[in-house]
């Protein structure tokens, strides 16, 4: 079945308006999907920024069908789990980067998963930020190789601690740690040239998701000095640096697939995660910069409702599909396309799962500019606890964009959003608010739901987590490690599930077990539902060691350590383990 949906496919392209100068391929064509977190639309040379140096990005621009008005989610975490699912992010239980509202749920197919289904080799390298315990991981989700960090960023609460871009240490799929030699963009490239290089004998998904440019803004000097010289400002610079060395990877990756013979058959995509979050200058940088940046004409950045925020690049290059050429697809579209048009291009099928939100783009892709021009797609930016109606969002259509439900631009004719025309247009705003309603009654039942960490599982025991994913106001979650050496008086909850009954052991600490670190004396006490018990800790301990007895299913998990001197606050680490 496989390949006879393989020949549809092929049948179907050679029928298309492109002409098609390559032979079809003979084979399912690889696929490598590189993403980079936080550059926006106007961080490339070749869609209008003068002063970046993108000219191995700018190659593949010209090689490539672009999609010019491809849109994600406003941050990291959503536009991950719609991408991996197909889905909209908050349908996934993704509408944060903290606060264990950037895990995703289990029951969700996952893009590596429709691979592996169908005889790929799987690999995932850089950022996966969609969970950091079983069964969230990437190894858990249909990542057969692995190599990534902790959290959202490197020097985040669950990453390895000390890591700072250089020479760091990662995870691979069985979780063991591995430092390795060399800038965090330059390892993530390594990693995935090497699992390229060994899955040669098979179809291969190869997954490339770069934690830079994101901050902190940590790059080798020769990066960033060049744009210094220019009038950039900083951090602008060292972030125009970082995309310079992400430049010069992609470089080293398509000359590799030259090499190897693999450049034909291989579907190529280079996308980003959400606008630009240092791409333009702010405050007193704007005021006094030489370079003021560049958002190509567009309003809002990372975070935003208005196109800066979700409109990025989205270029694909598969020669002997026919997908080359240096042509613009116009239509409006969005990350929970990119699984079911894989799908298609393919010629793979996809195991039973959640209904998909997304559409493929095949036909569009070859050509046919008449389809797709009557969609509607939604974005928005929650960074709560509970999504809240209408908060940061965007409708969208072909011409319109209507922002927080009240106010409307045309974007065809306004593309910077700088004219809000809802009062001369109040039937597109009916129609609009509509559509929206409808969406997010659709998204309604997971509000109160929980992605939750499974403790006592055979397949992950114990199981270490960090206050990173605390449900808690967002200003007492310790999420990065400068925070973690503050020793914050803070607390939060975590949502569990206890896999097996039995006795529990609760590891409590302030730093990770890999750093020694004394408590201060006092009580240590660990409430998992109505159970609580409490142990007391010695002076310079280097944890507290709480044991209780659980029975199983889903609860709610708080610790607290309790000091002589009257502080309070919760274990930043806790290790969890099921007592045999």
């Given at each position: 079945?496989?390949?006879?949906?393989?020949?549809?496919?092929?049948?179907?392209?050679?029928?298309?308006?492109?002409?098609?100068?390559?032979?079809?391929?003979?084979?399912?064509?690889?696929?490598?999907?590189?993403?980079?977190?936080?550059?926006?639309?106007?961080?490339?040379?070749?869609?209008?920024?003068?002063?970046?140096?993108?000219?191995?990005?700018?190659?593949?621009?010209?090689?490539?069908?672009?999609?010019?008005?491809?849109?994600?989610?406003?941050?990291?975490?959503?536009?991950?789990?719609?991408?991996?699912?197909?889905?909209?992010?908050?349908?996934?239980?993704?509408?944060?980067?903290?606060?264990?509202?950037?895990?995703?749920?289990?029951?969700?197919?996952?893009?590596?998963?429709?691979?592996?289904?169908?005889?790929?080799?799987?690999?995932?390298?850089?950022?996966?930020?969609?969970?950091?315990?079983?069964?969230?991981?990437?190894?858990?989700?249909?990542?057969?190789?692995?190599?990534?960090?902790?959290?959202?960023?490197?020097?985040?609460?669950?990453?390895?601690?000390?890591?700072?871009?250089?020479?760091?240490?990662?995870?691979?799929?069985?979780?063991?740690?591995?430092?390795?030699?060399?800038?965090?963009?330059?390892?993530?490239?390594?990693?995935?040239?090497?699992?390229?290089?060994?899955?040669?004998?098979?179809?291969?998904?190869?997954?490339?998701?770069?934690?830079?440019?994101?901050?902190?803004?940590?790059?080798?000097?020769?990066?960033?000095q060049p744009y210094l010289d220019a009038g950039v400002p900083e951090p602008m610079?060292?972030?125009?640096?970082?995309?310079?060395?992400?430049?010069?990877?992609?470089?080293?990756?398509?000359?590799?697939?030259?090499?190897?013979?693999?450049?034909?058959?291989?579907?190529?995509?280079?996308?980003?995660?959400?606008?630009?979050?240092?791409?333009?200058?702010?405050?007193?940088?704007?005021?006094?910069?030489?370079?003021?940046?560049?958002?190509?004409?567009?309003?809002?950045?990372?975070?935003?409702?208005?196109?800066?925020?979700?409109?990025?690049?989205?270029?694909?290059?598969?020669?002997?599909?026919?997908?080359?050429?240096?042509?613009?697809?116009?239509?409006?579209?969005?990350?929970?396309?990119?699984?079911?048009?894989?799908?298609?291009?393919?010629?793979?099928?996809?195991?039973?799962?959640?209904?998909?939100?997304?559409?493929?783009?095949?036909?569009?892709?070859?050509?046919?500019?008449?389809?797709?021009?009557?969609?509607?797609?939604?974005?928005?930016?929650?960074?709560?606890?509970?999504?809240?109606?209408?908060?940061?969002?965007?409708?969208?259509?072909?011409?319109?964009?209507?922002?927080?439900?009240?106010?409307?631009?045309?974007?065809?004719?306004?593309?910077?959003?700088?004219s809000n025309v809802a009062s001369a247009n109040p039937q597109v705003v009916a129609?609009?608010?509509?559509?929206?309603?409808?969406?997010?009654?659709?998204?309604?039942?997971?509000?109160?739901?929980?992605?939750?960490?499974?403790?006592?599982?055979?397949?992950?025991n114990p199981t270490n987590f960090t206050c990173h994913d605390w449900h808690a106001?967002?200003?007492?979650?310790?999420?990065?490690?400068?925070?973690?050496?503050?020793?914050?008086?803070?607390?939060?909850?975590?949502?569990?599930?206890?896999?097996?009954?039995?006795?529990?052991?609760?590891?409590?600490?302030?730093?990770?077990?890999?750093?020694?670190?004394?408590?201060?004396?006092?009580?240590?006490?660990?409430?998992?539902?109505?159970?609580?018990?409490?142990?007391?800790?010695?002076?310079?301990?280097?944890?507290?060691?709480?044991?209780?007895?659980?029975?199983?299913?889903?609860?709610?998990?708080?610790?607290?350590?309790?000091?002589?001197?009257?502080?309070?606050?919760?274990?930043?680490?806790?290790?969890?383990?099921?007592?045999?």
């Amino acid at each position: 079945m496989r390949m006879h949906r393989f020949l549809i496919v092929c049948s179907l392209l050679l029928a298309s308006v492109v002409t098609r100068n390559a032979p079809l391929p003979a084979a399912p064509p690889n696929v490598v999907l590189v993403m980079t977190d936080d550059q926006g639309y106007g961080d490339i040379g070749a869609l209008g920024n003068e002063m970046i140096d993108t000219p191995n990005l700018d190659r593949l621009y010209g090689e490539s069908v672009r999609l010019t008005n491809y849109h994600v989610d406003p941050t990291c975490s959503p536009t991950r789990s719609a991408l991996m699912t197909g889905r909209y992010s908050t349908r996934t239980g993704v509408w944060h980067t903290i606060m264990g509202r950037s895990m995703m749920n289990t029951d969700e197919l996952t893009m590596a998963e429709v691979f592996a289904a169908n005889g790929y080799r799987t690999g995932m390298f850089g950022k996966w930020h969609l969970g950091d315990t079983y069964p969230l991981r990437p190894q858990d989700q249909g990542f057969q190789t692995v190599r990534h960090h902790g959290g959202g960023g490197v020097g985040q609460t669950p990453d390895d601690w000390g890591n700072d871009y250089f020479d760091d240490t990662y995870r691979h799929e069985d979780g063991t740690p591995e430092q390795f030699t060399g800038y965090c963009t330059d390892v993530w490239f390594d990693e995935a040239l090497a699992f390229i290089e060994a899955s040669q004998d098979k179809p291969f998904f190869c997954y490339l998701t770069t934690n830079a440019p994101h901050g902190p803004y940590l790059v080798e000097p020769s990066y960033k000095q060049p744009y210094l010289d220019a009038g950039v400002p900083e951090p602008m610079a060292s972030f125009y640096g970082m995309i310079t060395n992400i430049d010069e990877n992609m470089g080293r990756l398509v000359a590799r697939l030259d090499e190897l013979g693999l450049a034909e058959n291989t579907i190529l995509i280079f996308t980003t995660d959400n606008g630009t979050a240092a791409g333009v200058a702010r405050g007193r940088q704007q005021q006094n910069a030489k370079w003021k940046g560049y958002n190509a004409g567009m309003r809002g950045q990372k975070g935003s409702e208005y196109d800066g925020g979700h409109r990025v690049p989205f270029f694909v290059r598969w020669p002997a599909g026919g997908l080359e050429g240096g042509r613009d697809v116009e239509q409006l579209a969005a990350h929970i396309d990119v699984l079911p048009t894989l799908v298609d291009l393919c010629g793979i099928e996809k195991p039973e799962g959640p209904p998909v939100d997304g559409t493929s783009l095949v036909r569009a892709l070859e050509g046919n500019n008449e389809i797709l021009r009557d969609r509607t797609l939604f974005v928005h930016s929650q960074r709560i606890e509970s999504p809240e109606k209408w908060r940061k969002s965007a409708v969208m259509t072909e011409r319109w964009r209507l922002i927080n439900g009240k106010e409307l631009y045309d974007i065809q004719a306004d593309p910077g959003q700088e004219s809000n025309v809802a009062s001369a247009n109040p039937q597109v705003v009916a129609q609009l608010r509509d559509a929206y309603e409808q969406w997010w009654a659709s998204l309604s039942p997971v509000f109160d739901e929980h992605v939750r960490i499974v403790l006592g599982a055979d397949e992950a025991n114990p199981t270490n987590f960090t206050c990173h994913d605390w449900h808690a106001p967002q200003q007492q979650v310790p999420w990065h490690h400068g925070m973690i050496a503050r020793n914050p008086e803070a607390n939060g909850y975590w949502m569990v599930e206890v896999r097996e009954p039995g006795t529990y052991e609760f590891r409590l600490r302030m730093r990770p077990s890999s750093i020694v670190y004394g408590l201060p004396a006092g009580t240590a006490k660990v409430r998992v539902g109505d159970v609580e018990e409490t142990a007391p800790v010695e002076a310079n301990a280097p944890y507290a060691s709480v044991t209780i007895e659980l029975d199983a299913g889903p609860e709610k998990l708080q610790t607290w350590l309790d000091g002589e001197d009257g502080t309070s606050r919760g274990a930043f680490f806790v290790e969890a383990r099921r007592v045999e």
